[in-house]
Nanobody, 123 residues
Framework: QVQLVESGGGLVQAGASLRLSCAAS????????MGWFRQAPGKEREYVAA????????YYSDSAKGRFTISRDNAKNTVDLQMNNLQPDDTAIYYC????????????????WGQGTQVTVSS
């Protein structure tokens, strides 16, 4: 079975940067989509960013656009999320997710999820 493992979370101050990484244990989903969701306490899960593994087409939520950058290395089965100018509202558990069949970054239907990594941003 495919497993996704996130890393790179932590506690930072507003304005700082973090780089999250997601490593997949299985073969690369070269025709699928991988991306990131986040969930803060008391809030619904939010779709943050995604990338199509074949075309490298990307999607960003309004809150992420201009601050976050998603990238992938298909050969290594990894996807990273560079997060700049972090703000307290970015505090959440960040989950890596993969849709092995979709090529649509706007509407992925993940069939694999990571365990999450905590990002906490102080004022």
């Amino acid at each position: 079975q495919v497993q996704l493992v996130e890393s790179g979370g932590g506690l930072v101050q507003a304005g700082a940067s973090l780089r999250l990484s997601c490593a997949a244990s299985g073969p690369p989903f070269t025709s699928g989509v991988m991306g990131w969701f986040r969930q803060a306490p008391g809030k619904e899960r939010e779709y943050v960013a995604a990338i199509a593994l074949s075309s490298a087409r990307t999607y960003y939520s309004d809150s992420a656009k201009g601050r976050f950058t998603i990238s992938r290395d298909n050969a290594k089965n990894t996807v990273d999320l560079q997060m700049n100018n972090l703000q307290p509202d970015d505090t959440a558990i960040y989950y890596c997710a993969a849709d092995s069949s979709s090529i649509n970054v706007r509407n992925p239907q993940p069939d694999y999820w990571g365990q999450g990594t905590q990002v906490t941003v102080s004022s």
